[in-house]
């Protein structure tokens, strides 16, 4: 059975996920990975980034994190450092270790907690959405670059908008799956609110969901 434990008490965790996308440094072809582990709330989540260009490269690594940042905690506590060791890895499944210190629940308490985990991960690359919202159509051709950092790591991203420009401001809720680009039907798109926005929640026939505020 997959585990966390903090200074020796053990979280329940009923599913670990990895999601991974390339992410290319000042100087070399990587990926960045997002590790989430759950057991009916977030248990422990991490990023990290390592050399490679597909998850089986992770297979036996051994990553190191020394700035996790505020995107890594474990049990609601900010990590300081923490230590990936992949086993095996193949492109939907790892069996991966981590150890590493988490700071303290209450600010003005400086003491250091120890965690450690032992998990089996589903592994998945990061959902690509290249198609148009509005139409459907292809976004490849405007996509750009962006940098931002994970883990410490500056990393080059590929980003697309999630409307093509003829799209732009005339388009009033989501009409077409940005993952397969088929057309949503009616009754499948809903609305929240989203800061202040209009959010929407839309589920295709294939099953992909999308969720979020039209841009603008
Ligand atoms: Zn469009
Ligand atoms: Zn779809």
Redesign the pocket.
């Known amino acids: 059975m997959p585990w966390v434990r903090i200074d020796g008490d053990e979280l329940r965790v009923e599913d670990a996920r990895i999601v991974w996308t390339p992410a290319v440094t000042a100087n070399a072809e990587g990926i960045a990975f997002w590790l989430r582990a759950s057991g009916g709330r977030t248990v422990m989540h991490i990023a990290g980034w390592a050399p490679g260009t597909s998850a089986a490269d992770l297979d036996g690594q051994d990553v190191r994190i020394e700035n996790p940042g505020p995107d890594a905690g474990v049990d609601g506590r900010f990590m300081t450092n923490a230590r990936v060791r992949f086993g095996r890895v193949t492109s939907d499944r790892a069996v991966v270790s981590v150890d590493g210190q988490v700071e303290a629940l209450e600010p003005s308490d400086d003491s250091i907690a120890t965690f450690e985990a032992d998990l089996v991960c589903t592994v998945a690359p990061m959902a690509e959405r290249d198609h148009c919202l509005g139409c459907g159509g292809p976004l490849d051709r405007y996509a750009a670059t962006r940098d931002e950092f994970v883990a410490g790591f500056r990393i080059t991203q590929r980003v697309l908008p999630v409307l093509c420009p003829n799209c732009v401001g005339v388009v009033d809720q989501p009409r077409f799956?940005p993952?397969?680009g088929?057309a949503f039907a009616a009754d499948a798109v809903s609305t929240h609110g989203e800061e202040g926005r209009t959010g929407y929640t839309a589920r295709?026939v294939?099953g992909?969901v999308f969720s979020g505020a039209l841009p603008g």
């Open positions: 799956c993952t397969c088929t295709c294939q992909h």
